[in-house]
C-alpha cells in the first residue's frame, strides 16, 4: 500500500483518526506556537506596557507611575515627599500597575503557501508600587515569564529502522504541548539622588506537559492508538538584581546608565511520565488498554540560564509650551546554553538582543488633551534563544505606544491615572527556518496613581 495511492477508505480512515484525537481536545482558541515546545515556552515581553511602546528599552527608565520590575533600581525613584522638619514622609505616590495582552500569530511555512493563524488574550502582570521614603521604594507584584501551546498534526509513512528495512504502515501523529511559568515577587530599590541599586526575590514555577499520541492507519486492522505524556511540575526561590546611575546635563537633562538581571539558577522538578496504548468510548474519553509505563514524582532539577540587560537612557524635561523627549538604548544576552531540564540539553542557544526607542513627553503647561498624551516608538533586532533546525532563528520588530492620562475628579485631586497602549509586530525565522512567525501583540495597560500617607489639613 503507497502513501501517494491513497484509498477513499483510508481517506475516510484518516478523517476519522483526525476527529478521534481532537475528541480529546478542548473546544477553545488559543495560541499555537511550535517553537514553544523548547525550553520552558515562548518568553512573554519582560517589561511593562510602558516600555513594550518603546522596543523594549528599560534598563536606564524610571516612572513614578508605572512599575519597571525589570530593573528593580528603579523602585528608589517612586515619588515621596518629605517634611522638611521632621524628614518624615508628609505623602507618597502609591502606583497599581495592571495589563493585559491580545496576540495574534501567523505561522509560515517558507517557499509554501502553507500558513496557520491563532489568537488568545492573556494575562501580562499586576504590581503595586508603594515608595517608603525618597529614594526608597517597595514592588511586589506577579507576572508570567513563558507559555507553552502547541497543537500539531502529521501524517507519515513509519518504515522499519533495522534491516531489512521495509514500509510499516501509514500513520497520523499529534503534538501538543500546555503549560509555563510564573514569577510572584517582592522586590526594594533604595539609593540617593544619582545611584540606587535593588532586587527582587520571588518563587519561580509552573509546568510543561509535552504528549505525543500516534495511531496507524490501516484498511483492515484496528490498532489501539499510542499516548506518550511526560508531565513537569516545577518550582524554587528566584532572584534577580539592578542598579542604576544618572548623571545630570542640564537643569532639564540627564544621561541615565542601568544594568539589571538574573543568575543562572536552580529550579527542583518532579515528572510523571505515562506511556499507554488506549482508545476513545463513544463520549471521546480516553479508554487505557495496556500500560506500557507509568511512573511518578521522579525528581530532578532545571537550570534556569543566566540573562543580562544594560543600557543607557537619555531624557530631556518639557518645557511650559514645548515636549519633553527621551530616548534609550538596551542590549540583552541570555546564556540558553546552560540550561538543563533533568539533565538534558535542549535546542536552544545563547540568544542577544539590541533594543531601542524613546518617547515625546507632555507639555508641563498643557492646554489641550492632545499635548498631554505621551507618544511611544521602538524597535528591537536579534538573535531567539531557540535553534530547533541547526540554523539560528533572527528575531527583529517595530512597536508604537501611546500614554491616554485620566483627568482627575475634583473629589481625588491627587489621583492620576493612565491608559498605556502598546502594539508590537514582531518577527521570527526566514527562508531558512522551517516555520516562520509573524507575531502582533496589542498591550492595554492601566496605571492608577494617588497620594497616601498626607496628613489631612484642616481651615
Known amino acids: ?45 519582560r517589561t511593562n506596557v510602558v516600555n513594550r511602546g518603546m522596543g523594549g528599552v528599560s534598563a536606564g527608565y524610571i516612572d513614578v507611575t508605572s512599575v519597571n520590575y525589570n530593573n528593580p533600581a ?15 514622609v508628609s505623602s507618597a ?3 497599581l500597575d495592571v495589563g493585559v495582552d491580545f496576540t495574534s500569530r501567523k505561522l509560515t511555512q517558507p517557499n509554501t503557501a502553507n500558513s496557520f493563524r491563532a489568537s488568545d488574550a492573556l ?41 531489512p528495512g521495509g514500509s510499516i504502515d501509514s500513520a497520523i501523529t499529534q503534538f501538543t504541548g500546555t503549560g509555563g511559568s510564573f514569577l510572584p515577587t517582592i522586590g526594594t530599590g533604595f539609593g540617593n539622588d544619582h545611584l540606587s541599586v535593588g532586587f527582587n526575590v520571588g518563587y519561580l514555577f509552573g509546568k510543561k506537559e509535552l504528549v505525543t499520541r500516534r495511531a496507524l492507519i490501516n484498511d483492515t486492522v484496528e490498532y489501539a492508538a499510542s499516548n506518550h505524556t511526560t ?22 537633562s540627564l544621561l541615565r546608565f542601568g544594568a539589571s538581571g538574573n543568575w ?9 511520565i505515562l506511556r499507554q496504548t488506549y482508545v476513545r468510548n463513544s463520549t471521546g474519553q480516553e479508554l487505557q488498554v495496556d500500560s506500557v509505563f507509568n511512573t511518578t514524582g521522579v525528581a530532578g532539577k532545571i537550570i534556569y540560564p543566566a540573562s543580562y540587560t544594560a543600557g543607557v537612557y537619555y531624557e530631556k524635561g ?30 536552544v542557544q545563547n540568544s542577544w538582543e539590541v533594543r531601542m526607542g524613546g518617547q515625546l513627553t507632555p507639555v508641563a503647561q498643557a492646554a489641550s488633551y492632545g499635548q498631554a498624551i505621551t507618544y511611544r516608538f521602538g524597535a528591537f533586532a536579534g538573535t531567539d534563544y531557540v535553534k530547533a533546525d541547526n540554523n539560528n532563528l533572527p528575531v527583529y520588530g517595530l512597536s508604537f505606544g501611546v500614554g491616554l492620562p485620566i483627568r482627575p475628579s475634583r473629589q481625588s485631586p491627587n489621583q492620576f491615572s493612565i491608559v498605556n497602549l502598546a502594539v508590537e509586530y514582531t518577527k521570527r525565522g526566514n527562508e531558512q527556518n522551517k516555520i516562520k512567525e ?18 489631612r489639613k484642616y481651615d
Open 318 to 347: 518639557p518645557g511650559e509650551k514645548t515636549r519633553g523627549f527621551s530616548l534609550g538604548l538596551d542590549y540583552v544576552t541570555s546564556k540558553w546554553d546552560s540550561y538543563r531540564f533533568f539533565e538534558a540539553k535542549d535546542f
Open 264 to 272: 543562572k539558577q536552580t529550579i527542583n522538578g518532579s515528572q510523571d
Open 74 to 88: 528603579s523602585y528608589a525613584k517612586f515619588q515621596a515627599y518629605m517634611e522638611q522638619r521632621s524628614g518624615k
Open 1 to 45: 500500500m503507497q502513501l501517494a495511492k491513497i484509498t477513499s477508505l483510508n481517506k475516510h480512515r484518516i478523517i476519522f483518526l483526525s476527529t478521534f484525537f481532537l475528541c480529546g481536545a478542548a473546544v477553545k482558541a488559543q495560541d499555537n506556537s511550535p517553537y514553544s515546545r523548547y525550553g520552558l515556552g515562548n518568553e512573554f515581553p
Open 231 to 252: 508531565n513537569t511540575t516545577f518550582g524554587n526561590v528566584f532572584f534577580d538584581a539592578g542598579a542604576q546611575y544618572t548623571v545630570d546635563l542640564t537643569k532639564r
Open 438 to 455: 509573524d507575531l502582533i501583540r496589542f498591550s492595554l495597560g492601566f496605571n492608577f496613581t494617588d497620594l497616601w500617607f498626607g496628613k
Open 123 to 163: 494575562f501580562s502582570h499586576v504590581y503595586v508600587g508603594i515608595p517608603i521614603r525618597k529614594n526608597w521604594g517597595l514592588a511586589f507584584g506577579i507576572r508570567p515569564l513563558t507559555r507553552i501551546s502547541y497543537d500539531i498534526f502529521r501524517t507519515e509513512r513509519l518504515f522499519n529502522p533495522n534491516p
Open 93 to 95: 505616590r502609591v502606583i
